[in-house]
């Protein structure tokens, strides 16, 4: 069911999925796997996990026949996986997740060849069906925690977003796997996921059900002795100099880009959403215009913005997008930035924008919204083209307008956690955007922009310094 005041049943086709996929790296795109595919082995599925140690890819037991192994068995096998990490001659150990981190054609090109030799292809195979990763970092520089620390909470999203880049932990991954539980040996923890297969809010549910089960049991104390000795399997692999071209080029690409994220967490903790109902005002419609004031406050314009809508009131629904950047909210934002308007105009004009947003994110949900459609119809006629059947393209998706509309400079979106020091953060989807998650609680929101080093016109701390002088701004407005 929706969380919001209108209960509505939704869809549960992504569950479904989020332990039976995997993303593999093909030409001319990728291929997702699905357990149920005719020409997948259905037997290994879910009977086994991917273990990540120390830059090197294991196998570990889960299930044997479909029974679930207990913890003692598990436990047993990741102290196996950890030794057998440490003492392979460091000669014979590819980091073989660094061909899942970078420019896919690379990484297509990589695992056709890899896979012409049968123990990769076996390796590769046994990856491929797994259930999920488990990736086991040791940090020797971590930093002391402080739970008010908002650098902390940065340092920690980076970890879990490339681990700092190959010469740290960022190699100790499989980046195509849908799902990857990371945790290291200074408390931090958290999933990586691979956006294809769900949405984030999808799996926050399905890692905070957990979290609860874990919480619910933890009296229970599982100290059986090892009944089954299940040996886990360090996977090997044969890379010839071509394939390890493609490797290192593969990881220079990731290193860039990794290097090149900034990422800064704003805990706000002025108001939260409690405030903003008793004055009428959805939370994600506010938060949503407290962006646009601070873009604009920063860079003295607005620009297409995206926030993902849930579509799962619909079979197999993914998302559509609420557009924020609306005349309305231009309107409004202009006014804020003159000190000779008055208070009682812009509270007028904030409120025209607040029930722009609200409106457009209505038609968004209920299937109503624009982006979809125009994305169906421009891929389809330029299918039609290529197959001879339109001379050309329509006028709408030559004009320059087009492209600019589906570029989005500001890519926003709402995950809302249950536990504390958590929160959802990336990066931004072009090289002169920010991205900008928000995690929206009772008396508290928290932003979590994120920019590149390398882009001269957008700068994360002042993105960051804008939106406290915004909330403020929006909090005199609407009091």
Known sequence: MSTGVNKVRMCMWQYDRLLRCYREACTPVDIQHYKLDPDMNTDRWNEHIVVMCNNQAFIMHIRLKGELLSQSEMAHQLSEIVRMSENRPGGTVIPIGAATCGNRDDAAAFWATMKEVPKNEESFSLVRSAAFAVCIDRINDSIRWREDNESSYATRGLHLLHGFGS?????????????????????????????????????????????????????????????????????????????????????????????????????????????????????????????????????????????????????????????????????????????????????????????????????????????????????????????????????????????????????????????????????????????????????SILYAPSAYRSCPTTNVDKFRGALVESLRDMKMLVS
């Not at 984030?200 to 599982?222: F, T, W």
């Not at 849930?310 to 309107?331: K, Q």
Request: glycine letters at 6%; proline letters at 3%; aromatic letters at 10%.
């Open 167 to 443: 010469k740290k932990m960022g190699v100790n991954r499989w980046y195509d796997i849908t799902i990857q539980v990371i945790v290291a040996n200074d408390g931090t923890s958290g999933l990586l996921i691979e956006h294809s297969v769900a949405e984030g809010i999808v799996i926050i549910n399905m890692g905070e059900y957990a979290l609860r089960l874990a919480n619910q049991n933890s009296h229970s104390k599982n100290t059986d002795n090892v009944k089954r000795v299940m040996t886990p399997k360090a996977l090997s692999w044969y890379i010839d100099s071509s394939a390890q071209k493609l490797l290192n080029k593969q990881i220079e690409t990731f290193d860039a880009l990794a290097n090149d994220l900034e990422l800064r967490v704003l805990e706000f903790k002025d108001f939260g959403k409690d405030f903003i109902k008793s004055c009428s005002f959805s939370p994600d419609g506010f938060v949503q215009l407290s962006m646009q004031l601070a873009y604009y406050r920063l860079h003295g314009r607005l620009v297409s913005t995206y926030e993902s809508a849930s579509l799962r009131r619909f079979v197999h629904g993914r998302v559509d997008n609420i557009r924020a950047a609306t005349p309305e909210t231009l309107l409004w934002v202009e006014t804020m930035m003159n000190r000779r308007k008055s208070l009682a105009l812009k509270r007028k004009l904030f409120e025209e924008a607040a029930k722009k947003q609200a409106v457009v994110t209505l038609e968004n949900i209920t299937g109503f919204g624009i982006d979809n459609h125009l994305c169906a119809l421009n891929v389809l006629a330029t299918e039609h083209v290529k197959l001879g059947k339109l001379p050309h393209l329509p006028e709408i998706f030559t004009d320059p307008i087009w492209t600019d509309t589906m570029r989005f400079p500001l890519s926003t979106s709402q995950v809302t956690t249950s536990w504390k020091h958590t929160y959802l953060c990336y990066g931004p989807v072009v090289k002169d955007g920010y991205g900008c998650s928000y995690n929206i609680q009772a008396n």
